[in-house]
């Protein structure tokens, strides 16, 4: 389908950004990498009367070292923080969740911070930010601030950016040294995961010193297995000590049920998601 008519903005700073957004208020939608808007404007889901298109503000691309995190901009691409070099050194979780991610043209056009804005909870990235304990960075007319992951996601697509914000950059705590490994289970290539799990793993030895584990489908949000986390902890890195670990993985939890499984048939993935994707951070898998 074609979408409905609009008026399209592409400021050059988030400064301008923000006075569009101000200035048109409730008619206007921000687009980043358009992989989620565009397929909304396409079936009419939404007509708003204006797009501001954040596509040409430089400041928001690239990966920077913040000294204890790094700092990721909210237009830098998918393919963009999965190749960099610092991602791979002290991120290494998002680098795998983003090799699962969608496919190479989307990989290509979509933005990290536009897809945790959308904040679809079978989306690849929310739970890896999670887990990795990543802090959010809006801008608004009232200045800047930061949100912890834990406090982000409030909903079913719906984060705690106000209207009059834009998501600037997400800063990722380093966990150099730490395993990583992202188990996503589909029906078919290139499909939103049934449920996927991301796991990140401190080793001591053969012991595992710390883990943690977000969940991709399992509720309304992105999750924490904290559970999980704490029954790992101090455990071997054996088949039968994170098979023992993993069965929490599920507590707290709320997974939907639809045409590709019910909630209980999504409980039991995520336990056994869970068992692999610690395994293969633990470097056991």
């Known amino acids: 389908m074609i979408p409905a008519a609009f008026e399209y903005v592409a400021p050059t700073s988030v400064e301008e950004a923000l006075a569009a957004l101000a200035e048109h208020g409730d008619d206007a939608k921000v687009i980043a990498g358009g992989q989620s808007l565009l397929p909304v404007l396409r079936m009419r ?89 990543s802090t959010f960075v809006v801008q608004g007319p009232g200045g800047t601030r930061e949100i912890p992951a834990d406090d982000f996601f409030v909903d079913l697509f719906e984060t705690s950016i106000s209207e009059d914000e834009i998501l600037t950059e997400v800063r990722v705590p380093k966990h150099g040294g730490w395993g990583a490994a992202y188990e996503k289970f589909v029906r078919i290539a290139h499909q939103w995961p049934i449920v996927a799990v991301a796991a990140a793993v401190r080793m001591e030895g053969d012991t595992i010193a710390e883990a943690r584990i977000g969940l991709t489908n399992m509720g309304s949000t992105p999750l924490r297995a904290r559970a999980a986390e704490q029954a790992l902890a101090g455990q071997p890195a054996t088949e039968e000590g994170v098979a023992a670990g993993a069965a929490a993985a599920a507590e707290g939890t709320n997974p939907p049920s639809d045409l590709n499984g019910d909630a209980d048939y999504r409980r039991h993935l995520a336990t056994v998601l869970t068992r692999r994707a610690v395994l293969a951070a633990a470097g056991r898998g």
């Not at 000294?67 to 963009?80: C, K, P, S, V």
Request: hydrophobic share 45%; proline share 4%.
């Open 45 to 133: 889901l939404n007509a708003p009367e204006w797009v501001i298109d954040l596509g040409r503000i430089d400041s928001l691309r690239g990966v920077r070292d913040g000294g204890d995190h790094l700092a990721i901009g909210a237009m830098t691409t998918h393919h963009d923080v999965g190749e960099d070099p610092l991602i791979h050194e002290h991120a290494l979780l998002i680098s795998k969740a983003i090799t699962h991610l969608a496919d190479a043209q989307v990989r290509h056009r979509g933005t990290f911070g536009g897809a945790l804005a959308h904040a679809d909870p079978a989306g690849d990235l929310g739970a890896p930010a999670l887990a990795l304990g």
